[in-house]
C-alpha cells in the first residue's frame, strides 16, 4: 500500500511539474510573414524545430501568407532564423530561345523558297543521307520560353512548295506541339515534341481528302546547335523541321 502511494504521488507531482512548466508566461508569440516562397513548403520545413510540448503550436494562414508561432523564446529564434534562409527569391528559370525551322526536301527545283544561309550546314548534310537533292523553306518561327513550359504554334503552308498549283490548290495547315522544356547545362529538352501537317490529296473525280503526315519525338539540342528533329515524306516530297536552341 506504501508504495501504490509513492507511485501515485510521484505521478501527481510530474504533472503538476510539467503543468506548472508550461504555462502562459513561458512561452512567446511570434507572427512571420512570407514573402518570397509557399509557406506551406516553409511550415512543413520548419514544424520539428518546435518544443513539442503541451501548448505549444505552430499554424500557418495561407490567405495572408503568415506562420504564427507559439513556443519558448529559443525555438521561436530557431524557426525565425530558418525562415529567414528558406523565404528567398528562387532562383529565376532560365529563359531560351527555340528557332524551329521547316524546310521541303525536293526532287526537282524549287521556284521562290530560298532557304537561308543559316541552314546551309543542314542542308548539305541532309543532301548527303537522303534523296532530295532541292531544298526550301517552308516556314520559320522563333518562340522564346522558360523551363517547365512548353510551346504551341501552327499555320498554313505554301501550297505551291509541294508542287500544288495555286488555283487548284486547298489550305495546307500544319501544327506543333512542344511540351515540357527543361534547361540543363547549355541545352534544352524536349519531352515530347509533335509535329502534324494535313495536306489535301485528289482523290479523283473533283474529289479532296486530307491526308495527315507528321511525327513525334523526344530531343535534346545543345545551345547554338541546329537539329534535324525528324523528316516525313509526301510523294515526291520531303517534310523536314529543323531546331535551333538559344540558352540566355
Known amino acids: 500500500m506504501k508504495r501504490l502511494l509513492i507511485a501515485i504521488l510521484l505521478i501527481a507531482n510530474a504533472a503538476f511539474a510539467e503543468d506548472t512548466f508550461n504555462t502562459n508566461k513561458d512561452y512567446k508569440n511570434k507572427v512571420f510573414t512570407i514573402h ?19 501548448g505549444a503550436d505552430l499554424s500557418m494562414n495561407d490567405e495572408l501568407r503568415t506562420i504564427t508561432v507559439r513556443d519558448f523564446p529559443e525555438n521561436i529564434a530557431a524557426i525565425e532564423e530558418a525562415i529567414g534562409r528558406l523565404d528567398r527569391p528562387a532562383a529565376p528559370a532560365p529563359d531560351m530561345e527555340l528557332k524551329i525551322s521547316v524546310l521541303i526536301g525536293s526532287k526537282t527545283p524549287l521556284a521562290n523558297a530560298p532557304a537561308p544561309d543559316e541552314l546551309a550546314p543542314v542542308i548539305k548534310q541532309l543532301q548527303s543521307t537522303l534523296s532530295y537533292p532541292h531544298y ?18 501552327s499555320g498554313v503552308a505554301e501550297s505551291t512548295l509541294l508542287g500544288m498549283k495555286a488555283a487548284d490548290s486547298r489550305p495546307i495547315f500544319y501544327t506543333y506541339k512542344l511540351r515540357r ?29 486530307y491526308q495527315s503526315v507528321g511525327f513525334e519525338t523526344p530531343v535534346a539540342v545543345k545551345q547554338g546547335e541546329k537539329v534535324v528533329i525528324g523528316t516525313t515524306t509526301m510523294n515526291d516530297k520531303a517534310l523536314v523541321v529543323v531546331v535551333t536552341a538559344k540558352v540566355n
Open 181 to 209: 522544356l527543361t534547361v540543363g547545362e547549355q541545352k534544352v529538352d524536349i519531352d515530347n515534341f509533335e509535329f502534324s501537317m494535313r495536306v489535301p490529296i485528289d482523290v479523283g473525280g473533283g474529289s479532296i481528302q
Open 36 to 54: 518570397h516562397r509557399d509557406p506551406r513548403i516553409i511550415v512543413a520545413a520548419v514544424k520539428l524545430l518546435g518544443s513539442g510540448f503541451k
Open 136 to 153: 526550301g523553306l517552308l516556314t520559320t518561327t522563333v518562340h522564346r520560353s522558360k523551363t517547365g513550359s512548353g510551346i504551341e504554334g
